[in-house]
Structure formats: C-alpha cells, structure tokens
C-alpha cells in the first residue's frame, strides 16, 4: 500500500494559481491518487481523482508524474473559499481496513487577499 | 439531490446516556460508512456497510453499533456514551465497496460527552 506526504501548510494569494504537490513514491501500478478537501468544520469533499494522465474538472487540475511517484493538484485561480486542508489519498494506505479513506494530516492552504 | 444528510447537527450528552445518529443518502449508492474526527486529527473509520444488509467494523468499532436500515439509511448508536467519544461524526456513501471509489460525505454531527 502507498503511503502520501504531503507539506504541513502552503500559502497562496488570492486569484493565484495554488499548486499542491504530494509523493507516493510506493504507488503500485493499479492504484489511483485521489484528492480530497475540508473546509473548516464541514465533511470532506472530493475534488479528483487519477491513475496515470493528467485530469481536470471543474474545481481542479490533477498532474501525475510520469514515474507516478508524485502528484500535484492545481487550483488554477484560488479564493479565500478554497482555504481548506486538502488531502491526497492512494486509497488501502496504511489503513486497517480496505475501506477506510487514510485521510492523514494533508495540507493547510491560506488563501490571503 | 441533498446528497448525504445527517441528524443532529450538535447533541450534547451526559456519560452513560444513549443515542442514534442517523445518516441518509439519496444517490442510491450501495456502500455507507461512519468515521469519527477528534481534534487536530484525521479522520477514523468506525463501521461501514457494504451493501445493504451487511455491516463490519472499521477501525475504531468498540463502543459502538451499527444499523444498515435500507438502501439510504444507515444509522449510528451509541449505548452508553463515554467522554472518549466526544468527537466530530462523519457519515460517507459510496457507489461501489471500498475505498477505491469516491466518497461522498455528510456535513458531520459535533457530539460533546460531559
């Protein structure tokens, strides 16, 4: 099972762009990297999700490495809503149960005006 | 879609009082789950429920129980409350088992155990 890190905390100006970045360097072949965000007090929200390409949606982009050991989540124009702790799960990691999502300590994001 | 709801939002209990959370879903997903938040730390699998009519534990069961009462609903008892348990309780659903597909979580019920 992979095992993330992820840095404590990261700081972005408002309308910036907010570049996140997470290893994995243990990541088998078949696992997916996901992301994951909380805002404070509130339930976790899925952001996105990927195996190998790159991937985007509305809220974010995703950049997997070639080799698949690391990972960044793009927030291409960052709000003061999107400050939130956001993590990045290869689910099965370091969890007892197959079915828990290991949420770990992720990245604290500021967004400041 | 509400997508998951959960009641209460806040409950405060004194030790040894029981209680149901309850948690419902109308995506029609198969799989639900319960973790628990404590300050400062990430969240704690509890129980989950693969399908309906089946439930197993999680990764902090004790002092707990489980109800998987139809497709959408899945509830949450505690029988005798214990300050330990004063935490934050998220409830989860996903479309497939296991934590290889997405979850969708609930906005919490903040439970204080005096």
């Known amino acids: 099972d992979a095992k993330t890190t992820q840095p404590p905390s990261m700081d972005c100006a408002e309308g910036r762009a907010a570049n996140l970045p997470c290893n994995h360097s243990t990541i088998s072949g078949n696992e997916y990297v996901y992301w994951y965000r909380q805002i404070h007090s509130q339930g976790p929200q899925y952001i996105i999700h990927?195996?190998?390409n790159n991937e985007t949606n509305e809220m974010a982009s995703l950049i997997i490495t070639e080799d698949r050991k690391s990972s960044t989540l793009i927030l291409p124009h960052a709000t003061l809503r999107d400050t939130a702790v956001y993590y990045c799960i290869v689910p099965g990691s370091n969890s007892n149960s197959g079915y828990a999502l290991n949420f770990g300590k992720g990245t604290s994001l500021l967004v400041t005006p | 879609n509400a997508g998951v709801t959960q009641t209460p939002k806040f409950q405060v209990l004194k030790t040894g009082q029981s209680m149901t959370l309850q948690c419902a879903q109308d995506?029609?997903?198969?799989?639900m789950y319960w973790y628990r938040q404590d300050p400062g730390m990430g969240l704690r699998l509890i129980y989950y429920?693969?399908?309906?009519?089946?439930?197993d534990k999680g990764e902090v069961p004790n002092g707990y129980n489980v109800s998987r009462l139809n497709k959408r609903e899945f509830s949450l008892r505690l029988e005798s409350a214990a300050p330990s348990q004063t935490s934050v309780y998220f409830c989860?659903?996903?479309?497939?088992?296991?934590?290889?597909?997405?979850?969708?979580f609930g906005p919490g019920t903040r439970l204080t155990v005096l």
């Open positions: 990927g195996l190998k």
């Open positions: 995506m029609n997903h198969n799989s």
């Open positions: 989860a659903s996903s479309r497939l088992a296991g934590d290889k597909d997405t979850q969708y």
């Open positions: 429920s693969a399908s309906e009519g089946t439930t």
